[in-house]
């Protein structure tokens, strides 16, 4: 995922950097889109998003997205204590209209996905800023992004650490 948010951001201040999306893309090993390899999974979506391949990005979201849904479906206690939310997130934007579902709040998705108990502070802020930079104006995100920054101030503040 890291490596996935690193060429996209060279690739953003590089002229060359899509060229090399598209080097890694065809050198990389296939692999299956799956809440095992969800990491993996998210990179390639994203990569294929930025190199233009919208829509094998979507598709590839689409899998991960239904798959994360049947989890969570049939045990929400498993899907929150595996902290999937933050992937299932990712995918559902990805995925597009494929994947709506039926309207829900900003407050009420994130409810419904994380535990009560969720350590947003723990969610890697930089990493999910670029990952969700694409719809970085929508509600949902903003009001992710802001609960992870905030939770991450509190840690910080609580451990006696200078925030960043």
């Not at 095992?36 to 590839?60: C, F, P, Y």
């Not at 849904?69 to 206690?77: F, G, I, L, W």
Request: hydrophobic share 35%.
């Amino acid at each position: 995922m890291y490596f996935a948010a690193a060429l996209i951001k060279n690739a953003d201040n590089n002229p060359l950097g899509t060229g090399r999306i598209e080097q890694y893309l065809s050198k990389r090993p296939p692999f299956l889109i799956s809440i095992i390899n969800k990491k993996e999974s998210i990179a390639k979506i994203m990569l294929l998003d930025h190199a233009g391949r919208t829509q094998q990005a979507k598709d590839a979201a689409s899998q991960l997205y239904q798959q994360l849904n049947r989890n969570y479906q049939s045990n929400p206690n498993s899907f929150k204590f595996w902290h999937l939310g933050r992937y299932h997130l990712i995918a559902k934007l990805y995925c597009g209209q494929s994947c709506a579902q039926p309207n829900q709040s900003s407050e009420q998705y994130l409810k419904s996905q994380f535990s009560p108990h969720h350590l947003w502070w723990l969610d890697d802020y930089k990493f999910m800023e670029q990952a969700l930079m694409p719809w970085a104006d929508k509600a949902i995100v903003k009001t992710y992004l802001q609960r992870v920054a905030s939770d991450r101030q509190r840690m910080q503040i609580k451990l006696g650490i200078e925030p960043q």
